[in-house]
């Protein structure tokens, strides 16, 4: 194993955790770390998917254009995420960092190779495919039925779930809001105003307390958590 993957942060949570040390010292001589400042794009839709990689901090968001010129996201993207598409024709949406982000890249040929002759890590990328679209499905649905302050509640858990995951017990988790009110607004069909008002009434009510423009403490996770699933 190199030091790289000693020293990777997402090693437990990164498809490569299913691989073993020799395995995973074979797959560490194919990829590169890479740093994305915010607002650099790493995938963009139209272009041959060129690169697979594992995302081991900062966040990114997937993203389509619409007819109209609009930007629409689609998803967000945390450390310990897969991000490319092997065994795919173009990429379809654009995949962009929207803080600071270091990645452990890897040519997708290489990859995908790579994917065949590991079973385990095949298998791994498939459940966490299929994962991925039960979760989009049961998003859509609560969507669909939510009111404004469980929408927002229920961004504001899973931003803390997927951003804090090593949180000692007993600690608050504390994270920075990856989106603008704006994106956030648009993420959640609603308006930049209503994510306003949610917030604070999430603070009043002892569930989170704001830091500076974008930062967020969870006081009261449970309660944090029951709104987010109420109609």
């Known amino acids: 194993m190199t030091r790289r993957c000693e020293d990777c942060g997402v090693r437990d949570r990164a ?20 740093t994305l400042a915010r607002g650099d794009t790493l995938m963009r839709a ?10 081991q901090r900062g966040v990114m968001k997937i993203s389509t254009t619409t007819a109209a010129g609009d930007e629409t996201i689609t998803g967000l993207l945390y ?16 995949v962009v960092a929207v803080t600071e982000v270091e990645l452990c890249v890897f040519p997708r040929a290489a990859f995908e190779r790579a994917l065949t002759n590991h079973g385990r890590m095949e298998r791994l990328l498939l459940q966490r495919t299929l994962a991925a679209l039960d979760h989009a499905r049961l998003t859509m649905v609560r969507m669909a039925h939510a009111s404004a302050t469980a929408r927002v509640a229920g961004f504001v858990d899973d931003i803390g779930r997927r951003q804090a995951p090593g949180c000692r017990p007993g ?22 105003e209503t994510v306003s008002r949610q917030m604070k009434h999430l603070e009043t009510a002892g569930m989170i307390e704001r830091v500076g423009r974008r930062g967020v403490v969870v006081r009261n996770a ?10």
């Open 15 to 34: 498809l490569c955790g299913s691989l073993d040390d020799a395995e995973l010292a074979a797959l560490a001589q194919l990829g590169v770390q890479r």
């Open 171 to 192: 600690a608050a988790p504390a994270f920075d809001l990856p989106l603008s009110r704006g994106e956030i607004a648009e993420l959640l069909g609603l308006t930049i």
């Open 79 to 94: 450390p310990g995420d897969f991000v490319g598409r092997p065994f795919a024709g173009a990429i379809d949406q654009d």
């Open 46 to 55: 139209g272009d041959p998917p060129l690169v697979c990689a594992n995302l």
């Open 222 to 231: 449970p309660a944090l958590a029951a709104v987010a699933t109420t109609a």
